[in-house]
């Protein structure tokens, strides 16, 4: 009763862009406006997108996106039934791979931006398929103790 909106009308309008992308077409992204003052609509709107795990498994079934939901991500595996073996098991490794500590860079040095600069497209093109993971850790390695040794 005290949202400024129609929940549902907002949640069909979410559907739809789903929907949209599930068909690939563009869609826009769910969005807030930081200079909004409702916070209850706000709260609600994030626990929808982020909190919600049947949103969550709806965005999995409608994208093929790993979940931005903790517990949903922890028990990816039940929520792929729809998926080929093969499928699911690519999803969930990457999900383990994707969310390991020992997967995430962060050097305490000034030479961090122009690591991540090199690190950020260089995994890109690894998981688009267009370079090896061996190259890419090769010219990693190299290029980060360069930086490292400035």
Do not use: C, K
């Amino acid at each position: 009763d005290r949202l400024p909106f129609d929940l549902e009308v907002e949640l069909d309008a979410w559907r739809a862009r789903v929907e949209a992308a599930a068909r690939g077409e563009a869609a826009l992204p769910p969005h807030l406006d930081v200079t909004s003052a409702e916070d209850e609509a706000a709260y609600l709107w994030v626990n929808f997108l982020a909190l919600d795990a049947e949103s969550q498994v709806g965005m999995i079934e409608a994208t093929g996106r790993l979940p931005a939901y903790m517990p949903v991500l922890r028990n990816l595996h039940s929520y792929l039934d729809a998926y080929p073996e093969d499928e699911q098991a690519f999803m969930v490794d990457f999900a383990m791979a994707a969310t390991d500590p020992d997967n995430f860079p962060h050097y305490l040095t000034p030479a961090d931006g122009a690591i991540a600069s090199e690190f950020n497209p260089g995994f890109a093109r690894v998981i688009a398929g267009e370079e090896s993971l061996n190259n890419f850790l090769t010219f990693m390695h190299e290029r980060v103790q360069t930086e490292l040794d400035r």
